[in-house]
């Protein structure tokens, strides 16, 4: 069993940045796909960003293409979301998910996919 651990949100004024960690314990790292989803209030969860377990893939929604990062340490068991150039319209609970992958180059973007979830970080982004 695979346990995710979020952190890093908080809040912060349009134009500025985040970076948003999760932890992984309880299972193989190096061998987890890897996602960011958010929800806003009223909203349905939305794809965020994903990475394969070697870091060859990664895939990005439009939205946030060119101001957010992810990465992954896999010796740290940790994924990130290097969140810059923040709107209001990025407010939301920001949630990393994991799935086993046994190729390499790995990706998903659908929350469906994903076995494991973290309980959440919230991030407002005043205007």
């Known amino acids: 069993q695979v346990q995710l651990v979020e952190s890093g949100g908080g809040l912060v004024q349009a134009g500025g940045y985040l970076r948003l960690s999760c932890v992984a314990s309880?299972?193989?790292?190096?061998?987890?796909?890897m996602g960011w989803f958010r929800q806003a209030p009223g909203k349905e969860r939305e794809f965020v960003a994903a990475?394969?377990?070697?870091?060859?893939?990664?895939e990005y929604t439009d939205s946030v293409k060119g101001r957010f990062t992810i990465s992954r340490d896999n010796a740290a068991n940790t994924v990130y979301l290097l969140m810059n150039s923040l709107e209001p319209e990025d407010t939301a609970v920001y949630y990393c998910?994991?799935?086993?992958?046994?190729?390499?180059?790995?990706?998903?973007?659908?929350?469906?996919?994903?076995?494991?979830w973290g309980q959440g970080t919230q991030v407002t982004v005043s205007s």
């Open positions: 998910a994991a799935e086993p992958a046994s190729w390499s180059a790995t990706i998903a973007i659908h929350a469906g996919v994903y076995d494991y």
């Open positions: 309880g299972g193989t790292f190096d061998s987890y796909a």
């Open positions: 990475i394969s377990w070697s870091s060859e893939n990664i």
